[in-house]
């Protein structure tokens, strides 16, 4: 048995590949193509699409390096992706992107912060925490003021790790809790909370599915396995966000 693990990174791709003891089999990274975009002081965006474009690369290359260890892609059992929390990404009907992910570390929200904790008092007093700019909630309340005409088309907001599990799988509908965190989800009743459609307009059927890191999602899509050499019989587990992946690799 042999397992991927997937991270998206600010700054790259990184794909490893273990056997069921925990070696290390092999490792890849690719560097994400960096934007010429000229954004306002305290923006960070990215395309999705150069979030893919690393990434395949990277998993073709993992798939390379395991054929020379006499290991074929069929062997892989299972796959689970993690990456920053707080990114989010608009998505239109049919799962395309139809602005640049706003960054865990875009601060233009600060206001719309603001907002959501007026919306949350109670939610905040339970959790014992409060909304900042570095959440994703907050980046979508921005776009609803800022940008109407995004926040009309977006039928789905998708955290980075969401969309990967989506191009692997095909379904972009699904996150888990740890990365839903930050979008505002309840940890405690596992739900979401009634304050961001009532309070904030934001609808909570354009919210994903969320599950446990570790259930299974789905298996690999013929389209990705075309892509990439992946195999359709290897399963999609839900992740979790970087900071926690790397509590639990500690």
Aim: one cysteine or more.
């Amino acid at each position: 048995m042999y397992v991927m693990g997937i991270d998206l990174g600010t700054g790259g791709a990184r794909v490893v590949v273990c056997d069921g003891q925990g070696k290390v089999i092999t490792t890849t990274n690719r560097e994400l193509n960096s934007s010429d975009v000229k954004l306002p002081a305290g923006y960070h965006e990215q395309y999705s699409d150069d979030w893919w474009d690393a990434l395949s690369i990277a998993i073709r290359e993992a798939l390379v390096n395991l054929n020379n260890h006499h290991i074929n892609s069929e062997e892989i059992t299972a796959i689970s992706v993690t990456s920053t929390s707080g990114t989010i990404l608009p998505m239109d009907a049919d799962y395309v992107a139809i602005h640049p992910a706003l960054m865990y570390n875009d601060s233009r929200s600060n206001r719309e912060a603001d907002q959501v904790n007026l919306a949350a008092v109670s939610f905040n007093q339970q959790h014992g925490r409060s909304f900042n700019a570095s959440y994703a909630l907050a980046k979508i309340c921005w776009i609803k003021n800022n940008r109407p005409d995004i926040f009309k088309k977006t039928k789905r907001w998708v955290h980075a790790t969401d969309h990967i599990v989506g191009k692997l799988t095909g379904d972009y509908g699904v996150s888990d809790y740890s990365n839903a965190l930050k979008t505002g989800y309840d940890l405690f009743n596992l739900e979401w909370p009634e304050f961001i459609e009532k309070d904030l307009g934001i609808p909570v059927s354009s919210l994903p599915e969320v599950v446990a890191p570790g259930e299974v999602i789905g298996k690999i899509s013929q389209k990705c396995a075309d892509e990439t050499g992946l195999s359709i019989n290897s399963i999609v587990c839900a992740g979790m966000t970087d900071s926690s992946a790397s509590l639990l690799a500690t």
